[in-house]
C-alpha cells in the first residue's frame, strides 16, 4: 500500500487534511471543519480507539512537534488515518457534514449503481458496523435500497467504520426529496440518456425544496407505493419465463403488494 | 492493467491445442499492447502462426467472455440459417473466421478489410450466441464459470456469486452484454469499461437461463432460511463465511429446481442501530426485491396472477411480521427524530443528552418486549435482517446506553476495551480487505 507511506508527505499540500484528501484512494472523504476536529467534545471515547491519540490528533491539525521522531512518524500517520475516519464518520452525520456528502454525492464520487434497471443511480458509502477493523466500506443504492461493493480494490480496502451504518439513511431522512425514485431506465432508451432523464427530472425538486426540506417540509409527498415503479429483470429462455425464478418473482411481488396496502391503509388513517 | 487482467482469461481459454495457444499467447499480447492495429495484427500474424482467428479473437481484451466456437459446429451450414442475411461479406466473413486463404479475385472486391472485420466479428458472434446453447457450449461455458472468467455479483449480500454474462435483447447493435446473477436475479453492468463494447446479442437472453437450468447444482434455491444458529452471536457477524460451513446438505424438494443453498440475507438499513420504520418516508420499499421465503411450500401460496391464495390471513408468519414491525413503527421516528436534532444542535447537546436517554428507555422497553413478541418465530427476524441477530444483540441491548452518547454510539464507554484491542489488531487488516472482495 503506497499510501501507508510516510507522513512528510504533507510538505507538499498546505494542510494533512488536505494531503490526506488529495491522496489516492481516499476519495469517499469529505472535509471535516477543523472547528469541529478542535471541539473536544466531538471527539469524546476517541482517544481510547486510537494510540498515540494526542500526537495524532496534532498530526491531523498540523500542530505537531517537528521533533518528533521518525519512527514515530510514520506508525502515527496510520494513527492519524484512524482517527480522521472515525471523526468523519461521526462529522458526516451533522447537518453540515451531510450537505457537504451531498455535494459528493450529486457528483457521483462515490460511484454509480451496478445494477443495471437502477440506470447509474449514484450511490452513497456506508458501512456495516461502526466498530472500525471488522467490515470495509459498502455502497448504498438510494434506488434498490440495496448494498455493493466499491469496484476498485483501492476503494475496497477503505473500513466500513468511517463512514458508519446510519449516514445514507440519515441522509434521506433529513432530505426526503432526494429519496430516488424507484423507477428504472426509460424502455428503448440507452442508459445514459435516462440516467439523465431521471436526475433532470428530479434537479428542480432537489434545488427547490432542498431547503425546505432540511426544515422539516416535504409532507406532501407519498412513497407508498413508489414500489410499484421499480422495474425487474425476467430471466427468460426463448422468450418464456423460467418457472421457478417467475414463481419466486410473483411471491416477491405479492409481498411487495402486501406492504403497499399496509402503507396506504396507513396513509388514509393518519391524512 | 488490461495485459495483467488479461493472462488469467486466456489460460481459461487454452484447453484447446495447447501447442497453438502457448505460441499464441506471446501474439496476443503484443496485439493487445498495440489494441488500435488489429486489422494489421490480423493480416500480418495469422498467416505466419499457428494462431487461429477464433483464438486471436477470444483473447483480445474485453472479449474474455467468449468462448471458442469449434470449427465444425461453425462448418455445419444448418448452424448457420439465417444469419447470411444479416452478415455484410458473409463469403469473406467466413473465410476470415475459419482461416481460409481468401482467393485473390475475392480479396480485390472488398473495400476495406475493417469491414470484413467486423463482419466476421458479428458472424463469429452471432454464431457464439447459438453455440453457448448447445452441449458443447455450455460446457465450455461453465468451465469459464467455474474458474471465475465472469466475475462475481457486486451485491454484497450474493457473497461474491459467480455471474454469467448475457444480452437483454438478441438482436446485434442494440446494448451491452451484461452479467446475470442467479443469485439475486438481476442483471449487473460489468464492472469494466472495456467489455462496453461488446454486443449483448453475442451472448443472448437465452444463454444464462438456460445455464442455470442444465446445471442446476449451480442455481441458487428461491428459498432460504436463516442458519439455524439464531442464538449464537457469531454466526450472523460472518455473513460472508456463513455460506462455506454448513451442517447438512442442501435439498430443494423441487428437482428441476435450483440445487444451491442460495445466499438469501437482505440488507436492512438502521440509523444509530435502530430499523428505519416502514412508515418513514425514506423507509424500506424495495427489500421484497431480494427476499426469499423460508420453505418452497410458502412459493405456492401466491397464484398465477400474484395474489395470496388463502388471503392474507391465511399467511400467519406475516401477520406476525406486520405487528413486529407495528411495534417498531411506534418508536423509530421518534428515536430517529430525536437523533436528528442533536446532530443539528450539537452545542446543545446536554440538553440532547437530557432527552434523548428518556427516549432510549421508552423505546428500550419496547424493543425489550419486542424480542418476547419475536420469539414464537425468531428465525423469520433473522431472515429479513442480515444485520438483526447482530443487531439484537449489539445493538438492541446496547443503544440503551450507548443512545446517549450523541452521534457515534457504539464508540464510547461500552467498547473501552474492544478499543485496545482492534488497535493491535492493525496487521490482520489485510484480512478483512481480503474478505471484503466477497
New interface residues.
Given amino acids: 500500500m503506497e499510501e501507508a507511506s510516510t507522513g512528510s508527505d504533507s510538505d507538499y499540500s498546505s494542510t494533512w487534511v488536505s494531503w490526506f484528501l488529495s491522496s489516492k484512494g481516499n476519495e469517499y472523504f469529505c472535509e471535516v471543519d477543523e472547528d469541529f476536529i478542535l471541539?473536544r467534545?466531538?471527539l469524546?471515547?476517541?482517544n481510547?480507539?486510537?494510540?498515540n491519540y494526542p500526537q495524532a490528533l496534532d498530526l491531523i491539525t498540523d500542530s505537531l512537534d517537528d521533533d518528533i521522531q521518525d519512527e514515530l512518524r510514520g506508525s502515527l500517520d496510520?494513527q492519524a488515518r484512524l482517527l480522521y475516519g472515525?471523526i468523519h464518520?461521526?462529522w458526516i452525520?451533522?447537518?453540515r457534514g451531510?450537505t457537504k456528502m451531498l455535494e459528493k454525492y450529486k457528483r457521483a464520487d462515490f460511484g454509480r449503481c451496478?445494477?443495471?434497471?437502477c440506470a447509474s443511480q449514484p450511490l452513497l458509502p456506508v458501512g456495516?458496523t461502526?466498530?472500525?477493523?471488522?467490515?470495509?466500506v459498502?455502497l448504498?443504492c438510494g434506488?434498490?435500497?440495496?448494498?455493493?461493493?466499491p469496484?476498485s480494490?483501492r476503494h475496497?480496502?477503505i473500513d466500513g467504520a468511517y463512514f458508519?451504518?446510519?449516514f445514507?439513511?440519515?441522509l434521506?431522512?433529513?432530505y426526503?426529496t432526494l429519496?430516488p425514485l424507484?423507477d428504472g431506465e426509460l424502455p428503448s432508451n440507452p442508459?445514459k440518456e435516462s440516467s439523465t432523464d431521471s436526475r433532470s427530472r428530479r434537479r428542480p425538486r432537489e434545488d427547490t425544496e432542498a431547503g425546505v426540506a432540511a426544515e422539516g417540509g416535504?409532507e406532501g409527498?407519498?412513497?407508498a407505493n413508489?414500489?410499484l415503479k421499480?422495474e425487474?429483470?425476467r430471466?427468460?429462455?426463448?422468450?418464456f419465463q423460467?418457472?421457478?425464478?417467475a414463481?419466486?418473482?410473483?411471491?416477491?411481488?405479492?409481498?411487495?403488494?402486501?406492504?403497499i396496502a399496509?402503507?396506504e391503509a396507513?396513509e388514509d388513517k393518519t391524512p | 492493467m488490461a495485459s495483467r487482467q488479461k493472462s488469467p482469461a486466456t489460460d481459461a481459454q487454452q484447453p484447446p491445442g495447447e501447442d497453438e495457444v502457448a505460441s499464441g499467447n506471446g501474439e496476443g499480447d503484443e496485439i493487445m499492447e498495440e489494441a488500435e492495429e488489429q486489422e494489421d495484427g490480423y493480416t500480418s500474424s495469422t498467416p505466419t502462426s499457428t494462431l487461429t482467428w477464433i483464438s486471436w479473437f477470444c483473447s483480445l481484451p474485453g472479449h474474455e467472455y467468449f468462448c471458442e466456437v469449434t470449427e465444425d459446429f461453425i462448418e455445419d451450414d444448418f448452424n448457420l440459417t439465417g444469419l447470411n442475411a444479416m452478415v455484410p461479406f458473409w463469403k469473406e466473413a467466413m473465410e476470415m473466421v475459419l482461416d481460409v486463404e481468401p482467393e485473390d479475385e475475392d480479396t480485390s472486391k472488398i473495400p476495406d478489410v475493417s469491414i470484413v472485420e467486423s463482419s466476421a466479428e458479428m458472424l463469429y458472434g452471432l454464431v457464439h450466441q447459438r453455440y453457448i446453447l448447445t452441449r458443447a457450449g455450455l460446457q465450455a461455458m461453465a468451465d469459464k464459470y467455474e474458474s471465475g472468467v465472469f466475475g462475481s455479483c457486486p451485491r454484497v449480500y450474493c457473497v461474491g456469486c459467480n455471474v454469467v454474462p448475457c444480452g437483454r435483447v438478441d438482436i446485434p447493435g442494440s446494448d451491452t452484454v451484461k452479467l446475470f446473477c442467479p443469485n439475486c436475479n438481476d442483471i449487473f453492468v460489468p464492472p469494466s469499461s472495456r467489455f462496453q463494447g461488446v454486443d449483448g446479442a453475442f451472448f443472448g437472453t437465452t444463454f444464462a437461463h438456460l445455464f442455470f437450468q442444465t446445471y442446476r447444482e449451480l442455481s441458487p434455491a428461491p428459498f432460504w432460511r436463516a442458519p439455524s444458529a439464531g442464538g449464537s452471536p457469531l454466526s450472523p457477524r460472518s455473513v460472508s463465511g456463513s455460506n462455506g460451513s454448513r451442517a447438512s446438505p442442501f435439498n430443494n424438494p423441487n428437482p428441476h429446481g435450483g440445487q444451491k443453498r442460495a445466499a438469501g440475507y437482505v440488507y436492512v438499513p438502521r440509523i444509530y442501530g435502530f430499523k428505519v420504520s416502514e412508515r418513514a418516508k425514506s423507509g424500506p420499499r424495495m427489500q421484497w426485491l431480494r427476499l426469499r421465503p423460508e420453505t418452497p411450500e410458502e412459493l405456492d401460496m401466491v397464484d398465477w396472477r400474484g395474489r395470496w391464495i388463502n388471503g392474507d390471513d391465511g399467511y400467519d408468519d406475516d401477520d406476525e411480521e406486520e405487528e413486529e414491525d407495528r411495534q417498531m413503527e411506534d418508536f423509530d421516528p421518534e428515536a430517529a427524530e430525536g437523533e436528528d436534532d442533536d446532530d443539528e444542535e450539537e452545542e446543545e447537546e446536554d440538553e440532547a443528552v437530557g432527552t434523548t436517554p428518556m427516549k432510549g428507555q421508552k423505546s428500550g422497553k419496547q424493543a425489550g418486549s419486542d424480542p418476547l413478541t419475536r420469539t414464537p418465530g425468531p428465525v423469520r427476524s433473522v431472515r429479513t435482517s442480515p444485520t438483526a441477530s447482530e443487531g439484537p444483540r449489539s445493538l438492541d441491548d446496547k443503544p440503551l446506553i450507548d443512545l446517549s452518547v450523541y452521534t457515534l454510539p457504539s464508540f464510547g464507554q461500552s467498547f473501552g476495551e474492544g478499543k485496545v484491542r482492534t488497535v493491535r489488531q492493525w496487521a490482520p487488516r489485510t484480512d478483512w480487505a481480503g474478505t471484503a472482495e466477497v
Avoid at chain 1, 434506488?143 to 461493493?149: F, N, T
Avoid at chain 1, 430471466?235 to 422468450?239: H, L, Q, T, V, W
Avoid at chain 1, 423460467?242 to 425464478?245: A, G, H, K
Avoid at chain 1, 414463481?247 to 406492504?259: G, P, T, V, Y
Fill in positions: 471541539d467534545f466531538n469524546t471515547g476517541l481510547n480507539e486510537v494510540a496510520v472515525l464518520a461521526r452525520v451533522t447537518a451531510l451496478p445494477r443495471v434497471l456495516l461502526d466498530i472500525p477493523y471488522e467490515k470495509s459498502k448504498y434506488r434498490c435500497e440495496d448494498l455493493y461493493s469496484k480494490s475496497g480496502s458508519g451504518t446510519t445514507p439513511h440519515l434521506f431522512l433529513v426526503p429519496i424507484k442508459i416535504a409527498i407519498s412513497t413508489v414500489a421499480a425487474r429483470y430471466p427468460r429462455i426463448y422468450g423460467v418457472n421457478e425464478i414463481k419466486l418473482q410473483r411471491w416477491q411481488e405479492a409481498i411487495r403488494d402486501r406492504q399496509r402503507l396507513l
